[in-house]
């Protein structure tokens, strides 16, 4: 049975997913907005490791895609591709993030599918806080 401490316990860990995927899905959506910066790829891990400048400080990363901020395995998927489109020591164009120039893209088309996740875990979030407001309870088939 589901007491106003079960909602509040799920409505806590949804509150913090939904968070942290809204947060990720925004920063690649606003990619297309970074300035760029030229850089090189430097080696190549299953993704290509590029190196670029921002303000005469030095900065690596390995994100090609602004959707695996929030898909982790889009790079494993595509490292075939990747090694074709960005071979070593290529010039490639750098998206960096203002705020923080350590966060950086290559490319910046956003995936829109994402939306409907955050829009799912949103609902889910929404119907918890519900379940602990209203003291839903849940229903057992069980009878003794």
Known sequence: MLNRLGWLFIFAVLSLV???VSVRA???YDSKHWPTTEGVVVAYYG???YKYLVGGTSYTSSYVSCNEFFDHYLAIRNSSKYAEKYPLQSKVSVHYRPADPALAVLETEFNARILLVVGVL???TS???AGF???WRGRSSWRV
């Open 122 to 124: 949103v609902l889910a």
């Open 26 to 28: 925004w920063r690649a």
């Open 133 to 135: 407001w209203f003291g």
């Open 18 to 20: 939904t968070s942290v």
């Open 127 to 129: 119907f918890c806080a």
């Open 47 to 49: 993704n290509p490791d």
